[in-house]
């Protein structure tokens, strides 16, 4: 019907747009933003901390955590309306839409949103904040020669160092990126396979797989300590963050549990059917006892 087609493509052109409006201040940020510039004490020891590589680099988390899911996402999709009727099927500019169309869009679409807000919360943490790295003092190096220690705080910093970029990055600590995204990417994943798993497999299968995405953001988000990349209160915030971002997601966006909010439905349904039976019985009852 052409009603519906208009209706599902108006549907795709919203989500694409509001994706993008939350997905563009996450550019802008990168490419323009500035952070809040703190000092800081001469005597504070957890900014004397070496300058390492990290042992998750970014573009393997952003591109592991939004690619594994989400083509995991499309396989299992795939799987699931070859089992059972799901999605819909529709006609767009001419051409059927299939219902693994549907599917894998209602899955990935939420999986994607949630990516961008969380990484939008992040950053406007981290660029509102400012706080130091643990190897701040390795990237600024300081020029001491222009340094009062005798003041309890020291601002601005005479930095030394000519790049600009690590220099920047080296003002983010606060919330970590690595360990927000990582979480929400795969806490997300790891409910929608509790809730999409549902094949005839051994028992352990599901449980294992939503192990090993949790130990994978685990081993992320401790890295970013043993690599002097952040303070642990970072990284705990950061990982809470992303947790609650995948949960929220999870159950008042995305379309995984939409059984819970039938049964719920249901159950009021039931129990208001019985009052009202109960209530037409204690009416009879009361007949029937005034006639005799």
């Not at 052109?13 to 809040?36: C, E, M, R, T």
């Amino acid at each position: 019907m052409p009603g519906m087609a208009v209706k599902h493509i108006t549907k795709i052109v919203v989500d694409f747009v509001l994706l993008s409006i939350v997905a563009i201040p996450i550019l802008l940020f990168f490419l323009l933003g500035n952070p809040y510039e703190r000092g800081f004490n001469c005597d504070d020891e957890s900014l004397r901390y070496p300058y390492k590589d990290s042992t998750v680099s970014t573009f393997v988390l952003y591109v592991v955590g939004t690619f594994l899911p989400a083509i995991s996402m499309c396989v299992l999709e795939w799987f699931r309306v070859r089992r059972e009727p799901v999605g819909k099927k529709v006609v767009m500019c001419g051409r059927e839409i299939n219902s693994w169309f549907w599917a894998a869009y209602s899955a990935v679409g939420p999986f994607l949103f949630g990516c961008a807000t969380s990484q939008l919360t992040t950053d406007i943490a981290k660029y509102s904040v400012g706080r130091l790295r643990p190897h701040f003092i390795a990237i600024c190096k300081p020029d001491w020669s222009k340094i009062n220690c005798s003041e309890p705080y020291v601002d601005p910093i005479p930095c030394t160092s000519d790049d600009a970029h690590r220099m920047k990055e080296a003002r983010l600590s606060f919330p970590s990126g690595h360990a927000s995204f990582s979480a929400f990417t795969m806490i997300y994943f790891a409910i929608y396979l509790q809730a999409r798993f549902k094949f005839k497999s051994p028992k352990l299968v599901r449980p294992f797989l939503q192990f090993v995405c949790l130990m994978m953001t685990f081993y992320t988000t401790i890295s970013r300590i043993s690599d002097y990349k952040h303070h642990w209160s970072d990284v705990l915030f950061g990982f809470l963050e992303g947790a609650v971002v995948a949960v929220l997601v999870a159950h008042f966006v995305s379309d995984l549990f939409p059984e819970e909010r039938h049964s719920k439905v249901t159950k009021h349904q039931v129990l208001a059917l019985q009052d009202c039976h109960e209530g037409e019985n204690e009416n009879n009852t009361i007949r029937t006892n005034l006639g005799e």
